[in-house]
């Protein structure tokens, strides 16, 4: 039994089947819950730039909410952890520090240096996994999705996930105003499209069983979009998956994906930034920042790649068939470097995860360790099959409300009156097999 420790949240925010939690409160005799706003991650200049931390501000008081169920509350820092920790350790007495494993190379790095502190001073430094199912040691690594699909879904059939819910427990009391401190750092209210409890009903309601049928449909509410609720941790990778595994093969394999690419980051740091695949390092990319700013500003003249951004830009959420095609739009009909876009994917997408869009990107860039070589999205046809009738389209291009869905799904024959096309989809793919065939 320790007598002092910290529970340090980070992808974890909740009370609610956080397995280390419980552990936590079942070993120690009293309990410093904090969350540390990491400055090498987020200084200063980014909190007036990037929505995700207004979504963040609410989840972290709805953390310190349910902390005072349990007699707890949320202390926060906006520090250097490797700095912050061994100050909270020695101020408090601190023989333990109980966390939920983090994947990323900087998370596994920082944590090693905490480590380091913790072991000259004495102190455990204990860490569970709790957003993944499977964690990278338990199963063979594998670079291709399918062989990799089977081996997590035969260790998932030796688990048995229990959810339990924690219990009253003594808190190292520190005088720290919650509300006071969020305010100044983030000043905005609730998030206009996300709010902190919409998962609540989300979860048990649209995990369905036409979900495979419906789920690339841009103009239906067919998508969980839980991805940002999973992303903080609001809610536990076993609740999502004890519904699914009852209901959808579909929504499985798309966790088992998410798990994928947590699996690579962690075998092949190395190539998060660079192309898998090392003879498409010398494809030769175009850097024309003109178009690049056309692409963000939803200016191609293509309804449907224009659509997805300024649905991206508005809600800082993106539909999942919408991220294909704006992506291979940009790599693929400019042949612009996929980096470009991860980094303002980056800044916008409330689910960002950095383990997993780096991935995400190299897959959709054709230059991932992917037996098929080169895919192309034509973005008059994705319109056509996923938005026949163009009521996506219409509901963030005005301009084309009253245009017929005939004449918006095709804009290389039609003149539309919102914006002329920047490149020729029919030409720009002959060109881009070309660039890509130069590589093998």
């Not at 939690?21 to 909190?47: G, H, T, V, Y």
Request: proline residues 4%; charged residues 30%.
């Amino acid at each position: 039994m320790y007598k002092k420790s910290i529970f340090w949240f980070r992808q974890d925010l909740r009370t609610f089947d956080n397995k280390w939690l419980i552990e936590a409160i079942n070993n120690s005799e009293s309990i410093l819950p904090i969350f540390i706003l990491d400055k090498n991650l987020i200084p200063e200049f980014l909190w007036i730039e990037d929505k995700k931390f207004l979504f963040l501000k609410e989840a972290l008081l709805n953390l310190d909410l349910e902390l005072k169920k349990i007699w707890w509350k949320l202390t926060i820092y906006h520090d250097y952890p490797e700095k912050i920790i061994p100050e909270i350790c020695t101020k408090h007495e601190i023989n333990t520090i109980f966390t939920n494993k983090s994947y990323s190379i900087y998370w596994k790095n920082r944590d090693e240096n905490i480590i380091t502190f913790c072991l000259k001073n004495n102190i455990d430094f204990l860490s569970f996994n709790d957003f993944l199912l499977i964690e990278p040691e338990e199963i063979e690594q594998r670079k291709v999705f399918t062989p990799y699909y089977k081996l997590w879904q035969k260790k998932l059939s030796e688990k048995w996930y229990k959810i339990e819910t924690p219990t009253n427990f003594k808190q190292i009391e520190i005088d720290f105003d919650i509300n006071k401190f969020l305010d100044e750092k983030i000043p905005w209210k609730k998030h206009p499209y996300f709010t902190i409890d919409f998962w609540k009903n989300r979860l048990e309601n649209y995990i369905r069983s036409d979900y495979e049928t419906y789920r690339n449909d841009l103009d239906k509410d067919w998508t969980s979009k839980l991805s940002p609720y999973l992303r903080f941790g609001i809610f536990s990778v076993r609740q999502i998956y004890n519904i699914a595994k009852e209901i959808s093969n579909t929504y499985i394999s798309e966790i088992a994906w998410r798990e994928f690419w947590q699996h690579i980051d962690y075998y092949f740091p190395f190539t998060k930034k660079i192309e898998f695949q090392e003879n498409k390092r010398h494809i030769s990319w175009n850097h024309d920042e003109i178009l690049f700013k056309k692409w963000c500003n939803w200016e191609t003249g293509y309804p449907i790649v224009d659509a997805a951004m300024k649905q991206l830009v508005e809600t800082n959420w993106m539909h999942g068939r919408a991220r294909m095609i704006v992506a291979s739009f940009l790599t693929k009909d400019l042949l612009i470097d996929w980096r470009w876009w991860e980094k303002f994917f980056k800044k916008h997408l409330l689910d960002y995860d950095e383990n997993v869009n780096f991935w995400n990107w190299q897959w959709s860039a054709s230059v991932w360790a992917d037996p098929k070589p080169l895919r192309i999205f034509n973005p008059c046809l994705q319109s056509q099959k996923f938005d026949s009738e163009a009521k996506f389209i219409k509901k963030y291009i005005k301009e084309l409300v009253f245009e017929k869905a005939e004449r918006i799904h095709n804009p290389i024959d039609n003149l539309l009156i919102y914006k002329d096309i920047i490149v020729n989809h029919n030409e720009a793919q002959k060109l881009a097999r070309i660039a890509y065939k130069k590589t093998i």
